[in-house]
């Protein structure tokens, strides 16, 4: 982290300067003035709520851009959010920040949170910032709203239902072997491209949203496709099937794994997609295709839901149908 410029100003000023114009958007939040912010109840409506937390050196490297620290944080709680089907509203951002760290760096951060703020339609409605003699660390509370009970669940799937993921999958994972110089055989934009997916995952705000009454079971891919399949089989009482040969990859990815075939792993189990995961019934085809058309998010069937087996998991099969033994917590390549 940088600590050149001026020191930061008291958390008042720091406040006022820096977080108090992402808050034009409620004024309930009070222009960050007061002790809470009020929001109205709206009849009809769930308020969606979820938190993630990133520890510098955990979550990303301490010398990461400022801006693009605060945008990831931003869009991975989006991502929790758009997976339950909820629109986002509010942000509330508890912030850590080591001694020293400098004006500079702040101002960064916050414009990175604007940028986002402005592309999301939220507002940061309050939150606290602190001193800390540890490592930078973050925490954000999302807010969205659904129409009541309607919002979308882990525990929905049942056996028969197709397996959908959004997007394409393996891109997070494979991104951060490129932010790490690993994988120098491949063209540079390749690189470029799954770094920046890596850096700046784009959360399906607008999917998320169009998937309820359609998606029975849904959530966002973050600590790996089978592993996040596995949650909601756990949930939900099944088991499932994903056909290796179908789960889709970028044209970086697909690159990189022709490279070397070992990456095919990485794909299936490694994290920081941010796509949604989501099951339908087996004749809602037409549905998820003109779904696909309207918001321009590819939709992939990856496998399909099955009666809980002993397992009561998560198994891979490859072109042949031929189950690929999963070691535990990983998965073995071909
Ligand atoms: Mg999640």
Request: charged share 35%; glycine share 16%.
């Given at each position: 982290m940088s600590t050149t410029g001026a020191q930061a100003p008291d958390e008042f000023g720091l406040i006022a300067e820096l977080f108090a114009p992402l808050s034009a958007g409620c004024p309930g939040a009070l222009n960050l003035t007061d002790d809470a912010a009020f929001l109205a109840a709206e009849p009809g409506f769930d308020t969606v709520a979820t938190m993630d937390a990133m520890v510098a050196g955990v979550?990303?490297?301490?010398?990461?851009?400022p801006e693009l620290i605060a945008r990831k944080l931003v869009r991975v709680n989006l991502s929790d959010l758009a997976a339950k089907g909820a629109v986002p509203r509010h942000l509330m951002l508890a912030a850590a920040f080591p001694k020293g760290t400098g004006m500079d760096w702040l101002r960064a951060f916050a414009e990175g949170l604007r940028q986002d703020v402005e592309e999301f339609g939220v507002s940061l409605i309050g939150g606290d910032t602190v001193a800390t003699p540890g490592p930078l660390t973050l925490s954000l509370t999302a807010l969205g709203r659904v129409e009541a009970g309607r919002g979308l669940r882990r525990s929905g799937a049942v056996p028969g239902d197709h397996v959908y993921v959004s997007g394409s999958i393996g891109d997070g994972a494979l991104g951060l072997l490129a932010v790490q110089g690993r994988l120098a055989g491949l063209p540079p934009d390749a690189v470029a491209t799954l770094a920046g997916r890596y850096r700046l995952p784009q959360p399906r705000i607008v999917l998320g949203p169009a998937l309820v009454g359609l998606a029975r079971a849904s959530m966002d891919v973050s600590d790996g496709l089978v592993q996040d399949l596995g949650h909601i089989c756990r949930v939900s009482g099944v088991s499932a099937v994903i056909e290796a040969e179908r789960v889709p990859l970028s044209d970086a990815a697909r690159a990189a794994v022709a490279m070397d075939q070992s990456l095919l792993a990485l794909v299936l189990t490694?994290?920081?997609?941010?796509e949604l995961l989501f099951t339908v019934p087996a004749g809602a085809a037409r549905g998820i295709e003109s779904l696909a058309r309207r918001t321009g998010v590819a939709l992939t069937r990856i496998g399909r839901i099955e009666a809980a087996t002993q397992a009561a998991g998560v198994s891979v099969v490859d072109a042949d149908g031929v189950v690929v033994p999963l070691p535990r917590g990983g998965w073995r390549h071909f």
């Open positions: 979550h990303f490297l301490p010398d990461d851009p490694g994290g920081d997609d941010y």
